[in-house]
Each structure stands twice: as structure tokens, then as C-alpha cells.
């Protein structure tokens, strides 16, 4: 039999940064009664990501966000798009450079 489910999961975000949303997914799937399947995940937002990472180790986190500020830097006189700030057109093209959707077996 094929079973199919839907859930809009809300994130409260404070600003920039990674945000561990395991949990929220976690409890929502066990609510399924799910032995097998896939999971997918899509984000409807422009200018935010979804990644599978470690995290175990903050460091992770942390070095990540290092790594996308040089890459694209808040501000780049590079970029005319800011319309919601100095951070509006890095945050887009650090979505480009990730994903949006994910599927994960479960």
C-alpha cells in the first residue's frame, strides 16, 4: 500500500545561521507510522537552504558559516540587489550554491 502525508513545519529563524531542525522532523515522522519510505523536504523561501550535515560538533556549524561569509560576503559592492539589506543578495546566492529540497530515505 502506498501512503502518502503532508506537513507544513514552521522554524522561528533569529537571523542568519544553520538552525537544527531534526528534531521537529523527527517527531512529526514518528507520529506516521512509517516503516519505509521517503521523506522530502522543500523549502519555500528564496533565500534559505536546506543541508545535511554533522552535528555533533558546533565547530561544523560554525566553520560552514565561516566559509560561506568569505565566499560571499555581506555587502559585496558585487551585487545591486539589497533591498532587504547588505546580506539580501549573499543569502540568495547561498541558496543557489545549496538546496532547497531534499529527499531522505526513512
Avoid: C, K
Amino acid at each position: 500500500m502506498l501512503r502518502q502525508a503532508q506537513h507544513e513545519l514552521r522554524i522561528s529563524a533569529r537571523g542568519r545561521g544553520f538552525y537544527e531542525i531534526t528534531d521537529q522532523i523527527e517527531r512529526w515522522l514518528s507520529g506516521q507510522n512509517v516503516e519505509t519510505g521517503l521523506l522530502t523536504l522543500h523549502l519555500r523561501h528564496t533565500s534559505a537552504s536546506l543541508l545535511i550535515q554533522e552535528n555533533a560538533d558546533p565547530d561544523v556549524r560554525r566553520d560552514l558559516e565561516a566559509f560561506f561569509s568569505r565566499l560571499v560576503p555581506d555587502g559585496d559592492r558585487l551585487f545591486v540587489h539589497n533591498a532587504e539589506g547588505d546580506d539580501d543578495m549573499p543569502a540568495h546566492v547561498r541558496t543557489a550554491l545549496t538546496a532547497v529540497n531534499l529527499s531522505i530515505p526513512a
